[in-house]
């Protein structure tokens, strides 16, 4: 299969908690990038970690990149009702192809 | 600034019957394109992608076609639909950041077209 996967599938929690979601791939990578998509819409891009790279911060975010397990984590610290919304992992994929795919996704439900 | 239009938002069409759906970009040049679909409460589906005019690479062996006949237009097609077309379908752009350097670094997607073949 060309995607990703990622887990957890769907994660609750109570506003204020971390939320942590994980994604795996299977090919080499330039890079790999979070997506956020609320209900019916298109993806906003949030955050690129780059292969030579292991951490990565902005704001609220923190991704983790582990080349060698072929797999990344995004952290949501202090989390809000508003970020409720289905989180995507994606890969650009090495070997100069131009393709970018997705992983299937982890739906986060933030409870006020 | 740059933008993409991707339309009609929504589409019923019946079992059989052909599919145009189109996508434009305005305020870049030479972007990648490309063509997702998602079903519903799942992942997405890289179905083509293009790296210039006339240059398209199929993912997943359907029966879906895309053609790239400008620059910043990017069209999916279907001759006769299924009831697996069903889903939403998503259009994305993107540039790559120069220096040489042969990476995506940022999608930027349209609103998406919900279809529904019944």
């Known amino acids: 299969s060309q995607q990703g996967e990622e887990d957890p599938q769907a994660l609750s929690i109570q506003e204020g908690e971390n939320a942590t979601m994980n994604c795996s791939y299977k090919?080499?990578?330039?890079?790999l990038q979070w997506y956020r998509q609320n209900s019916g819409r298109g993806l906003v891009h949030l955050i690129l970690?780059?292969?030579?790279?292991r951490e990565k911060h902005s704001g609220r975010l923190r991704v983790t990149l582990d080349t060698s397990k072929k797999s990344s984590s995004l952290l949501i610290t202090a989390s809000r009702a508003a970020d409720t919304a289905s989180y995507f992992c994606?890969?650009?994929?090495?070997?100069?192809?131009?393709?970018?795919?997705f992983g299937t996704g982890t739906k986060l439900q933030v409870i006020p | 600034s740059q933008t993409i239009h991707q339309w009609p938002a929504t589409l019923v069409q019946p079992v059989g019957s052909p599919l145009s759906l189109e996508c434009t970009v305005e305020g870049t040049s030479n972007p990648n394109l490309y063509w997702y679909r998602q079903a519903a409460g799942r992942g997405l589906q890289l179905l083509f992608y293009s790296v210039g005019i006339g240059q398209i690479s199929s993912e997943v062996p359907q029966n879906l076609s895309a053609s790239r006949p400008q620059d910043r237009q990017f069209i999916l097609s279907s001759k006769k639909l299924l009831l697996s077309d069903s889903g939403f379908y998503l259009c994305a752009w993107s540039t790559l950041p120069g220096q040489g350097l042969a990476t995506n670094e940022k999608l930027f997607f349209g609103s998406g077209t919900q279809l529904s073949v019944l």
């Open positions: 090919t080499s990578i330039n890079n």
């Open positions: 970690i780059r292969s030579n790279e």
């Open positions: 994606a890969a650009d994929h090495k070997g100069g192809y131009q393709k970018v795919t």
